[in-house]
C-alpha cells in the first residue's frame, strides 16, 4: 500500500489532489494511476525520461476509456476521460525570460485542463520594460482577472506588473540564475517583499500551486 | 521633498498608496500627511509612541475636516474625509495564536477601511485542531470568499485550512517563535512548502500585504 | 586498518553501532562485516547498487551461520545469526505522504529487527487530515506506546498528530520538497518550532535515529 | 476576546496547555489566569519585571484558593489549587556550563510541577569530562528513566553522555554562545547530527518541551 | 596609540582614507581629528548623539582653520581647510523610497565634497515605475555621466533603470524592509542577479562607497 | 514563440541582449541564432558539448554571411557579420588563482567582442602578493582605465589591489573554493564588505557582467 | 551550586578554565570568585558596567593577599596572588583596523598574564598594504615565534601576512562590519577560505583563544 | 599562461605552494608539473579517474629523475626528486569515524613528505569515548608535539580531546553526514565554538591546511 489518495479533496477544496512524481518510483506512480482515483488524474514533475518508463505499463487505460496526454515542456502527465469542466474567467500569464517558460507552462497545463483560458506573453522581463506594455494592455483588454508572473533572477517583474494594473498577481520565482541567484531565492524574496503591496506569492518554481490559487479564487467568485 | 506620493496608484492598481513609517522621520510622516496626497491616507508599522509624537502637529488635518483614527493593536493610523467604500464579498480572518493578533487586526483594520466586512476567529491553532471546526464552520455559513490566516512557530493552520476549504486562502507568516523559529521564516517557508496547493503567501508580518491582495481579488470580482 | 567498532555499545547504550555506508569504501564494509564485530550487523544507507557490488564477497557469512538480508526501499542490510530478541511495546509510524515512504521503512525495518512490533500508516498528510482519523483511532486502540511521525515539505503532521494523542511522538522530517523546502530544513524548523510541546526530533531523513530512541525509551522501561 | 485555552488538551495528550508569555501583552496574560481555564496554569518566559506587572493584578486568585509561585531563574509563573499529581519516575538533568543552568530550571520546574523527582547535576561540560563521570554514575544508581542533557557552545554534551548510558537522551540546545554559535544553530545541529544515535531533540532554549517530552514518555510507560 | 592613518592613500588610489566611526571609541575619532592626517577628514556613520559628545573636543580645530559641517541626515562630519577640488562630470542619484534617503545623502555628501555635480531624485521606486520617467529624462539631458540607485526592499529599481539609459549604474542596496527583507539582503542579491547586466553593486547601506566608486572612476576618464 | 529579443537594448543601454544558455533547451537557441535579432550576437555560458549539438543547425548563418566564433574556456559563442567596433580605453584583468581564468576569459572575450584592448595577468594571488607588482606596474604603464579583478577562496585580491591602484576596480567572485568558500559567497562577501572602498561587484562567476559594466563605463566617457 | 569549576584543567591541558561572563549573573561571578578555585582567576567578556556591579562585593579578595585588575578596552578581569609564570617565546598581534582592538586586547591581556611578551602592530590593514612591512619586518627581527593576525570586514589581512612570514598565523576574525559583513562571517569564511595554507583560525572576536592556542603551542614546545 | 608559480613560497613562509586541481583542467596540471617550479611537487585533490587521465604525460618526469608517488585514497600526487627533509617532532592524527579516513590521510601524506613523523589513530568518536583513552595515551608516551582531530558529523571530537591533553590541538571539521550535518557546517562551528578553548580550526575537509599550519608551528620552534 504505498498512496491513500485523498479522493475527496475536489469536493472539499474546488481543487483536486495531483500526483507529484518527486520522491515516488516509477511504480508507485503507475499503481495510483491504474487505480484511478480520480478524474482527471494529473501528475506533475514527471521528466521525459520517467514518461517513457511507464507509458506502456499504463496503456491500459486507454481500453478503459482515459485519454493520456503528456506535456513535454510542462512535465505533466494528464489522464482523463471527460472534458467538460469549464470556467468563464480569463488568466494571464507572463515570464521575465525564456528560460521561465517550463513552469509557465506548468501553470497554463493545470489551468486549462480546469477549464480556464489563458493567455500568454513570454520573455517580457524588466530589463526592457517597453515589452512588457502591449501584452499587458491586450491581456486587460481581453478582461483577464488574474495575472500570474513567472520570474527567476532578480524576480522584479512581478512588482513591476503589479504597480499597472488593477486586477490581482500572483507571483511565481523560478530557480533560474546563478551566484546569488541559484535556487531562486532571490525572486522568491524579492516577490515577498514587493513595495507594491498585495502579490500572493507561491514557492520556487511551483506553476502548479499558481494555477491552483487562480483556479480556487475563480470557484469562489464565479 | 522627501517623498514623491504615487497619487494615482488607486487608479491603475485598485489600491492607493500606504505611507509604511518604517525607515522614515517623524517629520517626513508629518510633512506627507499635511500635503494630504490622498483620501484616505494610511500609515502603516506607526507605534504608538511614535503616534503621540506626531498627534499634535497633524490636529490641523481635523480642522480640514478629516477625521483621524489610531489603531493601537494594529499600529495603523488612518486620517480620511470620506466613508463611502463598501464591497459585498466578505473576508475571514484566523490566527493560530494569540501573539498573532497584532498582525491579524493590522490586515482587519485595512479591510474595514476598504469597504471589506470581516469575520475573525482568534487562538485556534493547529496543537488543539477541534477549536478551529466551528468558527470555520461559521465563516463558511456567513459566506466568506477569502480566508486569511495567520500564523507564526510552524505555520501549519494554512495547510490545514486550505486542506477544508474551497475558498482561497492567504497565507500570514508572523514572526512569532524563538530558537529556530525567530524571525518567522519557519512559518513562511511552511505556507510556501504546504502540501496542499494554492496558498498564496505573503511576507512575514504583512497583513498588510495580504489585505491588500484581499481587496484587489475582490475587485476585480465584484 | 579502517574501524574500530564499538562492540561494547549496546551494553552500554541498549542500541549496538550499526554500520553507515555513507563516506565508506565499499571496501570498507566488507571488511567490516567478514570480521562480524557484532550480532546483528546492521548497514544503513547501503544503495542496491552498492549491495550488488558487494554481495558477493560477504556470501562466505552464510557459511559462517550468517542469514543475510537486503532490504530495497530502506537501503539497510541485516547479517546476523540469532533472532530472538523481542520487546513487548508497540511502536506506531505515519507518513504524511508517498514519497515520505523509504525513511519510514528505515525506521520499520530496525524496529521490527529489534523486537519492535510495528503499526503503519502511510500517506495519511495534512491536506486532507481527515485521512488522519481512522489510523490513529487503529494504533491507540493497538496500544502502541510511542508514534513516529515522517513528513517533508512543511512538516505539520507531527504537531496535529501530537495535539491528538497522549502517547510521545517522534518526528522525523525528510528532505522531500524543492524550492524552500529543498533539503528539509523547512520540515525539521516546523517540528522543532511546534506549538504542541513535547516532539523530540531527529535528523533529517533520520529514519534510523528516530527507531534507535523508541528502543531506547523502551528498554528503559520495560 | 484574545484566547481560545485548548481545555481538553491535557485529557488528549497528557499534558496541558500553558501559557508562551512571548508576544502577549502583560493584559492578556491576566486575563486568561483569572479565567483560570486549567489546573495548574503555568505561564513560561515571563521575565521577573512582567511578574511585577501582573502581580497586583492577579493576586485575587489567592482568594479564589490558588497558590502563587514565580521561579525567578526560571521565568515560570505556577498557578494552582491542587497539588496531588505524583509520577514513579525519576528524570535526571545535565548542563554542560553555568549559563545553561535557566535553560534546565525551566524544565526541572515544570518537571516538578507535574509530579516527576528531579535529579540535578550542572556545569559538567565536556571540556573537562571528567566531572561528568560521577554525576552520571549517581543518577544511573539512582534509576532514572530519562536524561535530559541542556548545551550551548558546540553542543557536544548529549552526544558524550548518549554514548555512556542507556537510558534516553533528550538534547535541548541552548541559545549561550558568539560568534558562530550566537542563536545555539551550533548546538542544535550537533544534537541532530549526533553519531550516537536515538537523541531526541527539541528547539533552542526550549526546557519546557523537554520537560513535555519526558513528561508524556513516562505517562505513556507508567 | 590606536590608528596608522594612510595619508598617502589618496595619491595612490585617488581617494583618500575617511574615519569609519563604526566600532571606534569617541575619544579614537578626537584624537585621529585632532592629530589631521589628511584635508579634508571625513568621518561617516556618526550619529547625531556621537558628534554632540565630540563636538566640543574637536571645536579647537576651528581656531586652526578648518571648517566642521556635520550632516545630520547623512550622519557625515566633514573637517576641511582647503575648498578647491572640483570635477567636471555630474552624478545621478536615484533612491526609490523616502526610507532610502540617508543613504543616498550619504553618497551625495561624499561626491559634493570631493567636487562632483549631483543631480538627485528621490522616491521614484518601481510600484509607480512612471515616476521614473521625468526624473530619468532629465538627469541624461543634463548629461550625468553615472546613475547610482539607492534601493531596499525588493531592490528592482537599478535593473529598471539601467534596461532604460546608457549609462553606467551603481545600485546600492540598503537594509530597508522588514520579513524577508531584513538588512538589505533581498535588495542586494536581486542587483547582483540583475537581468540587465553591467550594474555595479556595493555593500548594503554603503552609500560611501558608491561615491568613492563614482569618483574614482570620473578621475581616470577626466 | 520562445523569446521576444530585446533588439533595442543596445541603442538604449549601451550594450546589447545577449543569450544566456542556462535554462534554454538547445532549440531555443538555435530558433533564436536563426532569427537574428542583432550582430552580434553573443551566447555566454554555453558548455563545449552543447555548442557540438548545435553546431550543425546554425552552420547556415555563415552562408548568410554570419561568422560563427565558439571560445572553448570562456564557453561563449559569437555569431556576428561586422567587426568595426573599436574604443580607445583599454582594461586589465587579473585573476587571483589559475582556476579563476574561465571567468576571467568570459571578460575578456566579451571586451574584446566590443572593441576593448585587455591586458591579462592571471594567477597573482595574495598568498603571494609580490607577483603582482610587476604587472599592476605594467598595467598602469599601458594606461589601463579600468582593472576587473577576479578571484574565488577568500577574495581578497581586488581589495589589495584597489589599495594601490587609482583607476576604477570591479570585482568578480568565483565559485572556486570548497568548505566554506563553496559556491563563491566568501568571495563576493569580502569584495562587497573590502575596507579599501569603491570596488564595483558583480554576480559571482559573472564576468560577462564586469564586461558588461567596463564597456558601459568607457562610452559615457569616451 | 552555580558552578562546577574545572580546577585541573590547566595541568591536564596546560590552561586554565576562565570564566566566560556572558550568560552568567553577576552573582555567579562573585560567588565563582569568593571560592578562588584557580590563581590566577580570569573572567572575560565582563563590561565595565558589570565590574562596576561586582567591584565592592568581591573587594574582599584583597585582604586574602589578591591583586585585583580590570582592563576596560579588554573587558577582562584577572584575580591573582602569584605573578610568576614566565614564558620565553614572544607573539605579535596585528589588527587590520583600529576598530579591532579591543579584540586584540582580550588576546594580549591574557597572553602578558601567562608570561608571554607581546609586540604590537595595529592599524596596519590591507587597504594601504604598505604600512604592514615596517611593522611585520620589527616583528621578525624581534624573534617572535607566532602572529596574531585580527581583522573584521573582508578579514583578507591573515593571508597576506601568511604569504609574507615563516612563523605560525593565528587568524581571529571581528564582527566588525556591516551589511554583508555583519556579525563578522565574512571575516571568519576569508580566514578558513585562505589560498594561503596553514592559518590556524578561531571563533569570531575571540582573542581569548587566540590567546589560549598559542600559549598551549609555546608551552608544548619550550 | 595559465599559472604564475610562487617559487619563493617556501623561502618565505616555511610551507611551498602545492597545487590544487580543483578547478584546473588536466593540461593546466600536467602543464605545471613538466615546467617543475618546486621539489617536491605536490598536487592535491586528484582523484583516482584524473591521475589516471594524466599519468602517461607527465611520465617524462622519471626519465628526469623524479619520483612519481600516488596516494589513492588521499588524492595526493606527489613529485620530487628528493628526499631529505626531516623534522624532529611528531604529530598524532585522530578521527572520529570510518568516513573521515581520507581527509585524515591527506593530512598525513603532507606531513610525512615533508619529514614529520605522524602517529595515527582512527575511528575512536566521541559515541564511545572509551576507545579514545589508549590512543590518546600512545601518543602522549610517544611525545607528540601537536594533534589534529578530523571530525564530521557533530564535531565533537576536538574539545573533548583538547579537555584532556596539554599539546594544541588542530580541528578539521570534514563534510561528511547528511542532514543538518551536510556539508561539514554542523562540525566546523562546533569546533570554532568549542568550550575548551585554545583549538586552531582550518577549513571543511582541508587536512592540505591542517598539515601546513602543524610544519610551520613546528618550523618556527624547532
Ligand atoms: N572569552 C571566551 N571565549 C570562549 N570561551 C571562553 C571565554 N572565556 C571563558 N571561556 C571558556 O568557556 C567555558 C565557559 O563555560 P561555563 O563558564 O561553565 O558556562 C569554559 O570552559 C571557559 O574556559
Ligand atoms: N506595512 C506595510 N508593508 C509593506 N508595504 C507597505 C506597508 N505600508 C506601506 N507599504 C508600501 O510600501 C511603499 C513605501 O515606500 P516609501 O514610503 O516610498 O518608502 C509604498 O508602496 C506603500 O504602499
Ligand atoms: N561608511 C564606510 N563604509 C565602508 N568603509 C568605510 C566607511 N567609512 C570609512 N571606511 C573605510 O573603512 C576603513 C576603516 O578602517 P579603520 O578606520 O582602520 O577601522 C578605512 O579604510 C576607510 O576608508
Ligand atoms: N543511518 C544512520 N544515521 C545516523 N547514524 C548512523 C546511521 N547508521 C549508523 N549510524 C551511526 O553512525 C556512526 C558511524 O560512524 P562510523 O561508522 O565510525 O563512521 C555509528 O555510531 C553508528 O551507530
Ligand atoms: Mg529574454
Ligand atoms: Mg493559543
Ligand atoms: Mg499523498
Ligand atoms: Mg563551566
Ligand atoms: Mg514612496
Ligand atoms: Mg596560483
Ligand atoms: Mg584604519
Ligand atoms: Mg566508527
Chains 1, 2, 3, 4, 5, 6, 7, 8 share one sequence.
Do not use: W
Not at 65 to 91: C, E, M, P, Q, T
Not at 106 to 117: N, V
Not at 121 to 147: S, T
Amino acid at each position: 500500500e504505498v498512496a491513500r489518495f485523498d479522493i475527496g479533496r475536489k469536493l472539499r477544496t474546488g481543487f483536486p489532489e495531483a500526483i507529484l512524481a518527486l520522491g515516488k518510483d516509477d511504480d508507485d506512480i503507475v499503481q495510483i494511476l491504474l487505480s484511478s482515483p480520480t478524474d482527471p488524474m494529473i501528475v506533475t514533475r514527471l521528466s521525459p525520461e520517467r514518461f517513457e518508463n511507464i507509458r506502456e505499463e499504463i496503456s491500459s487505460l486507454e481500453e478503459r476509456g482515459f485519454s493520456i496526454k503528456y506535456n513535454k515542456r510542462a512535465h505533466i502527465l494528464v489522464v482523463k476521460r471527460d472534458d467538460k469542466i469549464s470556467l468563464d474567467s480569463k488568466v494571464g500569464i507572463i515570464t521575465a525570460g525564456t528560460a521561465d517558460i517550463p513552469v509557465a507552462e506548468e501553470a497554463r497545463t493545470i489551468l486549462e485542463e480546469y477549464g480556464c483560458q489563458v493567455i500568454r506573453a513570454y520573455d517580457v522581463g524588466v530589463a526592457g520594460i517597453h515589452r512588457l506594455v502591449q501584452p499587458l494592455y491586450d491581456m486587460l483588454e481581453d478582461d483577464v482577472k488574474i495575472i500570474i508572473v513567472v520570474a527567476g533572477m532578480e524576480g522584479a517583474l512581478p512588482s513591476v506588473v503589479a504597480g499597472l494594473v488593477d486586477v490581482p498577481v500572483i507571483g511565481v520565482p523560478t530557480s533560474i540564475g546563478y551566484g546569488v541567484g541559484e535556487g531562486g531565492f532571490s525572486a522568491l524574496y524579492s516577490m515577498l517583499q514587493s513595495c507594491t503591496p498585495g502579490i500572493g506569492v507561491v514557492n520556487i518554481d511551483n506553476g502548479f500551486g499558481a494555477a491552483a490559487l487562480a483556479i480556487k479564487i475563480i470557484r469562489a467568485f464565479e
